[in-house]
T-cell receptor, first 114, second 114 residues
Framework: NAGVMQNPRHLVRRRGQEARLRCSPM?????VYWYRQLPEEGLKFMVY????????ESGMPKERFSAEFPKEGPSILRIQQVVRGDSAAYFC????????????FGPGTRLTVL | AQSVTQPDIHITVSEGASLELRCNYS??????LFWYVQSPGQGLQLLLK??????LVQGIKGFEAEFKRSQSSFNLRKPSVHWSDAAEYFC????????????FGAGTILRVKS
């Protein structure tokens, strides 16, 4: 039973490029959450999605960041025109149910912006 | 504001000694409480969780935590630390009052000396 999968594990981008981070939830899970961990900080909530719907994006920066969870395929976190401050670890979690069902975390994608 | 405080950034204990990591949350009458462990460059592994019922919860790897509502605390304990326990530990809070997200503390880095 595969856990939450994220790819790539490491991503290097130059300033101004786009970063696409992918998350495949655990089998049977239809709820996906994205968190960001800045160096030496805890995880901060970004967005919560169900299939084809954004439920809560209160933690997403208003510009350059977007997320989707299509009917088929993984959830995507997209960062346009990356800046050095976007360098962080981005974690995806999934749950079987919303409303604070237990969240299972993926290994994270470590984004480095040069 | 919803916040989680882990007052100790670093803790060093000797192998075989007991351990207590502190966690306080700021908000919520019925919080869901979690402790996660993160090894360097890795994702988060759930150690234990509290939703309701017995306020002393047992987790994996010999860890336990006690929920004290009067103190808004959920401290993590282990009677005898092993060198392999060296990692970073995160306390997190969720629940109806937190919406669909987990709010994390900043983490405590545990060092184990032999």
């Amino acid at each position: 039973n595969a856990g939450v999968m994220q790819n790539p594990r490491h991503l290097v981008r130059r300033r101004g490029q786009e970063a696409r981070l992918r998350c495949s939830p655990m089998k049977g899970h239809s709820h996906v959450y994205w968190y960001r961990q800045l160096p030496e900080e805890g995880l901060k909530f970004m967005v919560y999605l169900q299939k084809e719907n954004i439920i809560d994006e209160s933690g997403m920066p208003k510009e350059r960041f977007s997320a989707e969870f299509p009917k088929e395929g993984p959830s995507i976190l997209r960062i346009q025109q990356v800046v050095r401050g976007d360098s962080a670890a981005y974690f995806c979690a999934s749950s079987l149910s919303g409303g604070n069902g237990e969240q299972f975390f993926g290994p994270g994608t470590r984004l480095t912006v040069l | 504001a919803q916040s989680v405080t882990q007052p100790d950034i670093h803790i060093t204990v000797s192998e075989g000694a007991s351990l207590e990591l502190r966690c306080n949350y700021s908000y919520g009458a019925t919080p869901y409480l979690f402790w996660y462990v993160q090894s360097p460059g890795q994702g988060l592994q759930l150690l234990l969780k509290y939703f309701s019922g017995d306020t002393l919860v047992q987790g994996i790897k010999g860890f336990e935590a006690e929920f004290k509502r009067s103190q808004s605390s959920f401290n993590l304990r282990k009677p005898s630390v092993h060198w392999s326990d060296a990692a970073e530990y995160f306390c997190a809070v969720g629940g109806v009052e937190y919406g669909n997200k987990l709010v994390f503390g900043a983490g405590t880095i545990l060092r184990v000396k032999s």
